[in-house]
Nanobody
Framework: QVQLVESGGGLVQAGGSLRLSCVAS????????MGWFRQAPGKEREFVAG????????YYVDSVKGRFTISRDSAKNTGYLQMNSLKPEDPAVYYC???????????????WGQGTQVTVSS
């Protein structure tokens, strides 16, 4: 079993920054990859960024490339999503997820955090 606890969401002005954190605990083989997803009201859950836990390879949806950075600190069992230059289209509930392999599909991840709200004011 893997538990994920997110933090770091909040209200920020457009152009501002937030850093989300996701602390993982439990069986390490079950979190070979970590993904960040977001879901806005009335929309499907959308892939944002992913990272291979052991090698550190990263993946991004086009809309956040150059603005968001995913990283992990293996010693702390924590993943991060640094979000810069936030735009009015970025607000959503952001979720971290852990799975055995990287994928942009939510169905490929076995474990999910509770979500953290990100709000951007114009």
């Amino acid at each position: 079993q893997v538990q994920l606890v997110e933090s770091g969401g909040g209200l920020v002005q457009a152009g501002g920054s937030l850093r989300l954190s996701c602390v993982a605990s439990g069986r390490t083989f079950s979190r070979s990859a970590m993904g960040w997803f977001r879901q806005a009201p009335g929309k499907e859950r959308e892939f944002v960024a992913g990272i291979i836990w052991s090698g550190g390879s990263t993946y991004y949806v086009d809309s956040v490339k150059g603005r968001f950075t995913i990283s992990r600190d293996s010693a702390k069992n924590t993943g991060y999503l640094q979000m810069n230059s936030l735009k009015p289209e970025d607000p959503a509930v952001y979720y971290c997820a852990a799975g055995r392999a990287w994928s942009s599909s939510p169905s490929s991840y076995d474990y999910w955090g509770q979500g953290t709200q990100v709000t951007v004011s114009s």
